[in-house]
Each structure stands twice: as C-alpha cells, then as structure tokens.
C-alpha cells in the first residue's frame, strides 16, 4: 500500500509528538548493522535497532529471541511474551 510522501510526514509527526526520536541512518550506524546482518539470523531492520543501541550505548529492550545473536555486544532487557 503507498501513502505517499505527504502522510508518511503526518506519520513521523505524530511519532515525534509522542517523544519518539527518529533518527538518520549514517555510514557508521550501517557498517555496525551490516556486522549484525552477517552474523545470520537477524532482521535487517533488527540489526539497525541492535546497532544503534550498541553506539548509544543503550539497552534493548525485546522479547525477540534473534537478538540473542548480539547480547554480547547489545545490552539487552528482555521482556515477557
């Protein structure tokens, strides 16, 4: 389904009235999500949220078992299903 460029900006609006960052990827952000991807198993778009909370220094917080992969580099909560 497209929505066009003009809602997805609603959208993300409405994200960030919520308190929720949006944040860009950069070159550093993908080389350490593509060492994730590599070590198989892992979502794309997990490897990117693993990443960055391994560069912010972060806690993940996931009840996702493929996060496993990175728990030695990604501090991880997890949560009850």
Not at 62 to 76: A, G, M, P, S
């Amino acid at each position: 389904m497209k929505i066009g460029q003009e809602k997805a900006n609603v959208i993300v609006e409405n994200l960030i009235d919520l308190g929720i960052q949006v944040i860009d990827t950069d070159w550093t952000l993908t080389k350490k999500a593509a060492s994730y991807k590599l070590l198989g198993g892992i979502s794309y778009a997990d490897c990117f949220a693993a990443a960055l909370a391994s560069l912010k220094n972060a806690k993940l917080l996931t009840c996702d078992l493929e996060f496993e992969r990175v728990n030695h580099e990604v501090e991880i909560i997890w949560l009850e299903r």
